[in-house]
């Protein structure tokens, strides 16, 4: 699957998002080391902290498939600049070494390193290497 096909299924997958309270929604498609792909949107919560992110959404889908393993993720919104992963996601994207996160909105695309996004996130309070 190329960038702009991980891209365009995060597209799609975003207008699945329930975002009734803040109408942001997002989507982001995960890709696994095997190939396969897996969807996640934002699901709101009128108690907005128990919302989930649609990066924490297409993970938890990968995960309950049985997948742990993965290469890329492509976030997207309809924003100015492109979206970015909160604090919380990036921490879960380093759990699972997700090491390239591409943000897009309508007109640009953005890729980063986790390492960008989250220095040192796999050290940790455990010291891991």
Do not use: H
Not at 20 to 29: D, L, Q, R
Not at 89 to 109: D, G, H, P, Y
């Amino acid at each position: 699957m190329t960038d702009n096909d991980l891209i365009t299924t995060a597209w799609a997958t975003r207008e699945n998002a329930y975002a009734p309270y803040s109408n942001f929604k997002v989507g982001a498609a995960l890709l696994s080391t095997d190939g396969q792909t897996f969807t996640g949107c934002n699901v709101e919560n009128i108690s907005y902290g128990l919302t989930n992110c649609a990066e924490r959404v297409a993970i938890a889908n990968a995960i309950s498939s049985g997948i742990s393993s993965f290469c890329t993720i492509a976030i997207v919104a309809d924003t100015d600049t492109p979206i970015s992963p909160c604090g919380a996601c990036r921490q879960v994207l380093a759990e699972f070494n997700i090491t390239r996160i591409l943000t897009s909105n309508k007109s640009q695309t953005l890729i980063f390193t986790l390492n960008e996004l989250l220095p040192r996130a796999t050290t940790g309070i455990l010291n891991r290497p």
